[in-house]
């Protein structure tokens, strides 16, 4: 039995690998929740949702965020970006736009446009998005999706030039 202790301890300090890796259809589904987020000085409630299905060529991310402003108001965005697998191992590029040739590609970060790219890593899909300002800036938005009991654990960071500017962190149960 302690061979076997030893053997386990080897293998998580010197793997390198989480030793649960997911498959991106075990991501497949629709998850809703709800956070509290700092805004503007006060806090506010967020409900998220995010759906993640199949596609012909690999998987498309579907979300949604309705901020509920202090004065009543509500502020919703939702996006919806596509993704196939790369040359590299669990990493996808965004098929955000089709070329001349009818294949699908991302957008150009250089003309303001987001550069978009997910990766599958142990139990976590994180979607990146890389956004360059018109003095050369930039701000990176992280969506961490891991995968738990009943749903998703999500946690969201937005940078701009080193800074941090939101963070987020929310249960999403699977609907």
């Known amino acids: 039995m302690k061979k076997l202790y030893s053997l386990v301890t080897i293998l998580i300090l010197f793997c390198g690998h989480p030793l649960f890796a997911a498959d991106i259809s075990d991501f497949f589904g629709a998850y809703t929740g709800s956070a509290k987020v700092e805004d503007d000085g006060g806090t506010v409630a967020r409900d998220m949702g995010v759906r993640i299905t199949q596609t012909e060529t690999g998987f498309k991310v579907t979300w949604t965020s309705i901020t509920h402003k202090q004065d009543g108001r509500l502020k919703e965005k939702k996006y919806t970006i ?31 446009d987001p550069y978009v790219w997910s990766r599958l890593s142990g139990d976590t ?6 956004l360059i300002d018109e003095e050369g800036g930039y701000e990176v938005q992280e969506y961490d999706r891991t995968l738990t009991d009943g749903g998703l654990q999500l946690e969201y960071r937005r940078i701009r030039n080193s800074t941090p500017l939101t963070t987020i962190n929310a249960f999403l149960a699977r609907n």
Not at 84 to 97: D, G, L, T
Not at 125 to 130: G, V
């Open 82 to 112: 596509g993704f196939v697998p790369s040359a590299r191992e669990n990493i996808y590029a965004s098929a955000m736009k089709t070329n001349v040739f009818g294949k699908s590609e991302p957008l150009d970060p250089l003309k303001g």
């Open 125 to 130: 899909l994180t979607l990146y998005s890389l």
